[in-house]
């Protein structure tokens, strides 16, 4: 085929419920935006065969990959979808290699980024061997994202508690920035259920592994729920909000048109008495909360519109049909153009199960929620609705029951409640919306998306990472320090060396006759142009002393890799990186503990601390102090880092490095300095 563009970009799909269908709108946008970009797109077939009919993108190009199951295998409701989830697991890795093979040959251009579905982790393991960028996207909300990003944490706290607690008891804390939530609500694969499950084993790996990427993308707006994006931002190289995807994304015509007459029905009806009944194409209630359901709807008379498929009709009361269609206030359809549904006036309350894509397409049009949840996110969801942004209500009991749900109707649609709940969901939908509008949070991070994404290549056209996986290459192992610094000063041309003056010795020691720059904070830019001019030699790579947070800021300005040395062992560095986390269970404790106690689990990773052993910079003294101020923001920031070096041995503190190990793009234990050089 013939190419006009010069940057070739692989996206990896997980094949199931609605991820492929939202990705898949995603990378129309990027191609759209980067016109100059070919995508290889890698589903299966099914799925490229329905949704490449007609190529609305020249630059899109699908690729079929196997999803696992036997070539002879004739589906027969057997295989539940958590069992096909397996078993294309167990092909995936392999599927993607071969195809972005296949894909480079074909395309005639190198694949210099990846854009995966974040459920595939290993695609940072590829990433890394191709000395590529990858781009992950977590289709759901920040809640949900953050409860499989501190599963470990989350299972501790849960085997301290768990004699003494139960599904219906709320937890304080259990989620870094969420102040409380409800433990049944915590998605089961974190907690409960079989945990060496192979879905469940992906999501545990993909919450350590998601750190590496380049980039993490969420399919919602920051301003929905700022005190978990503050929490997990300084996590990730690049925390990028781009949603909700249902007022973004560059769609095309709906698949199928509205033959059930939806949007006319709704024209006869009342403004916002109506409710919209559905949940999604996985989940359906049982037959008795069908039952109950009906008859709720049918008690108070309230106006509905029911996408229900027609094999789940038959459990609905006798006569229900035809008694709520006589009356012109009930109608049950298939299938619903639900977008244009929860926008129509008439939409009172969208009853459903709680789905992210459901949640956030009734919040942009804002229509409060009354959530049945099912499974996976639709509980933690739930409590997000209900308890933190307060626009809906859980059904009472975990199920449908005509006295339940009539109670839930009548607190959402009655004219003469005044609970707030509409004017917090308007306010909500006017977030939501501006979010995308000019200058929108969701539009410019979607612009630093595309600068990202098809712009990562040196200025040779070889394909750059934010550190081009510079460490990984370099110092694979504890070998000798001197090859380890020819291979450094060989790899990036030029290291640009930053510290205070207590590192100066062994860092200096650690390059030894290669020209190093000593410069105070405030001369650090000026002295970088410098240098440039004086080498003749572009910088490529920052090393920092450790507690110079803010040179990561930068060298993503730069667009260069960035080394961080953490001039002590890991049980400190390990004290300032869980500074928020150690502040909030001292002040849990704090009236009833002394300096002389010893606290456990204080710090992950160590089993017991005395209190007053904590550096005083992360829970005692002035908070406020400059000092105190940088060891904060580092503790935030250096995750951001290629590579995080310790003067210390792995085999001194293995739970503390293997706990440590999860969060950096690369933890590098360089050995005592006083053996080594």
């Excluded at 190009?61 to 295989?79: F, Q, R, T």
Aim: with cysteine.
């Amino acid at each position: 085929m013939e190419i006009t563009g010069k940057r070739h970009v692989s996206v990896f799909i997980f094949p199931f419920a609605s991820h492929p269908f939202i990705l898949l709108n995603l990378v129309r946008r990027l191609a759209s935006a980067a016109p100059a970009v070919v995508f290889s797109f890698f589903s299966t077939a099914k799925f490229n065969r329905a949704q490449f009919t007609e190529r609305d993108c020249d630059n899109i190009l699908p690729y079929d990959i196997s999803d696992g199951l036997p070539e002879e295998y004739v589906y027969d409701g057997k295989v539940v979808e958590e069992a096909q989830i397996g078993l294309f697991l167990g092909v995936a890795e392999e599927e993607f290699k071969r195809g972005v093979q296949v894909a480079e040959k074909d395309v005639g251009v190198r694949v210099s980024c990846l854009v995966v579905d974040a459920f595939l982790w290993s695609s940072g393991d590829l990433a890394e061997e191709m000395k590529i960028p990858w781009v992950a996207f977590w289709i759901a909300g920040s809640s949900s994202l953050s409860a499989h990003f501190y599963t470990d944490l989350i299972r501790q706290k849960y085997d301290e508690l768990k004699d003494s607690v139960g599904p219906d008891d709320e937890i304080p804390n259990l989620i870094p920035g969420l102040p409380v939530v409800r433990l049944g609500d915590i998605p089961k694969e974190v907690i409960f259920g079989d945990l060496e499950s192979p879905f469940v084993t992906m999501l545990h790996k993909m919450g350590g592994a998601i750190t590496k990427a380049t980039a993490v993308l969420v399919n919602s707006f920051q301003e929905l729920d700022p005190d978990l994006t503050k929490n997990l931002s300084p996590t990730f190289n690049n925390l990028l909000h781009i949603g909700p995807s249902n007022l973004v994304s560059k769609q095309n015509s709906p698949s199928k048109l509205d033959k059930s007459c939806c949007m006319s029905w709704l024209d006869t009806q009342n403004p916002r008495s109506v409710a919209y009944v559905s949940f999604g194409t996985v989940c359906t209630p049982p037959p008795h909360e069908l039952v109950a359901l009906a008859e709720a709807l049918e008690e108070g008379k309230t106006p509905f519109l029911w996408s229900l498929n027609n094999d789940s009709k038959k459990h609905l009361p006798s006569g229900f049909l035809d008694r709520t269609s006589a009356n012109g206030w009930g109608k049950i359809v298939p299938w619903a153009p639900q977008v244009q549904v929860l926008n129509h006036c008439s939409i009172g309350v969208y009853v459903t199960h709680g789905g992210w894509n459901s949640v956030m397409e009734s919040i942009t049009a804002g229509v409060p929620l009354i959530c049945r949840p099912f499974f996976a996110d639709n509980l933690i969801n739930t409590w997000m609705v209900e308890r933190v942004w307060r626009v809906g209500v859980r059904i009472e009991g975990k199920s449908f029951t005509k006295h339940g749900t009539c109670g839930a109707l009548q607190v959402v649609l009655s004219s003469s409640s005044d609970n707030g709940l509409k004017q917090r969901m308007e306010a909500l939908k006017d977030l939501a919306h501006k979010s995308v509008g000019p200058n929108g949070s969701s539009i410019r991070n979607f612009k630093t998306l595309v600068d990202v994404t098809p712009e990562c290549a040196t200025p040779n056209g070889r394909p750059y990472s934010y550190g081009e996986l510079f460490v990984a290459n370099a110092l694979p192992n504890s070998t000798a320090l001197s090859s380890q610094s020819a291979v450094v000063i060989t790899y990036c041309r030029m290291i640009y060396l930053t510290a205070y003056p207590r590192d100066m010795f062994m860092t200096g020691k650690l390059l030894g006759k290669h020209k190093l720059l000593f410069l105070g904070e405030e001369e650090f830019k000026r002295g970088i142009q410098g240098a440039e001019k004086d080498v003749g030699v572009r910088v490529s790579c920052l090393v920092v002393g450790a507690f110079l947070w803010f040179s990561g800021d930068l060298a993503e300005e730069m667009k260069i890799p960035l080394v961080a040395f953490w001039n002590a062992g890991s049980s400190s560095l390990s004290a300032h990186f869980y500074i928020n986390l150690i502040r909030q269970k001292y002040d849990e404790l704090k009236d009833s503990v002394r300096p002389d106690d010893e606290i456990p689990n204080l710090i992950p990773g160590l089993p017991m601390i005395r209190l007053g052993d904590i550096p005083k910079e992360v829970i005692f003294g002035d908070l406020e102090s400059p000092f105190a101020t940088m060891l904060h923001k580092m503790g935030g920031a250096i995750t951001r880092a290629t590579a995080v070096l310790v003067n210390s041995f792995q085999e001194l503190d293995p739970d503390l490095t293997n706990n440590l190990s999860l969060l950096f793009n690369n933890f590098l234990l360089i050995d005592p300095f006083n053996l080594v050089l």
